[in-house]
């Protein structure tokens, strides 16, 4: 598996809250369901992504 980024980012609280139970009621880690939150985004807007090696640029 690829090494993973790490990555900071603020929320209000309300919707952290509301993460966090999501992710207790799929019993998946908070940033497990943001992941997959993420990558469900992502399929249905069609910016999948893909298999290829990160590019460095970020």
């Known amino acids: 598996m690829a090494k ?3 990555v900071l980012f603020r929320l209000d609280p309300k ?3 509301a993460l ?3 992710a207790d009621d ?3 880690s908070l940033n ?4 997959f939150v ?3 985004a992502l399929r249905d807007a069609g910016r999948e ?3 290829e090696p990160p590019s460095g640029d970020d």
């Open 32 to 35: 497990a369901q943001v992941e």
């Open 49 to 51: 992504t893909r298999d």
């Open 4 to 6: 993973r980024k790490a």
């Open 38 to 40: 993420l990558r469900k």
């Open 15 to 17: 919707v952290h809250a």
């Open 26 to 28: 799929e019993l998946r």
């Open 20 to 22: 966090r139970r999501w």
